[in-house]
């Protein structure tokens, strides 16, 4: 979902924002406005999700976009 550069992280707008937004349910010009996220809901950490994904079918890539994605999740949801 973003990247590393110059010892700083780097959102990728077009692909993260919206992920962002849909998280938290806040309009993406939030976040344009603001670098501080909404605090998370303790009882929504708490939900499985509903939705299944076959492993299986995903590239290594997407795996490890999907592990990545999952690691930022968890540090905004620690802070």
């Given at each position: 979902?973003?990247?590393?550069?110059?010892?700083?992280?780097?959102?990728?707008?077009?692909?993260?924002?919206?992920?962002?937004?849909?998280?938290?349910?806040?309009?993406?010009?939030?976040?344009?406005?603001?670098?501080?996220?909404?605090?998370?809901?303790?009882?929504?950490?708490?939900?499985q999700?509903v939705?299944?994904?076959?492993?299986?079918?995903?590239?290594?890539?997407?795996?490890?976009?999907?592990?990545?994605?999952?690691?930022?999740?968890?540090?905004?949801?620690?802070?």
């Amino acid at each position: 979902m973003s990247s590393i550069e110059n010892g700083k992280r780097k959102v990728d707008a077009e692909r993260d924002l919206p992920a962002l937004a849909a998280i938290y349910g806040k309009p993406i010009d939030y976040f344009y406005e603001t670098l501080d996220l909404p605090p998370a809901d303790p009882a929504s950490t708490k939900i499985q999700s509903v939705i299944t994904v076959d492993l299986e079918a995903l590239t290594q890539r997407d795996k490890l976009e999907l592990a990545a994605a999952e690691l930022i999740h968890n540090v905004l949801q620690e802070t």
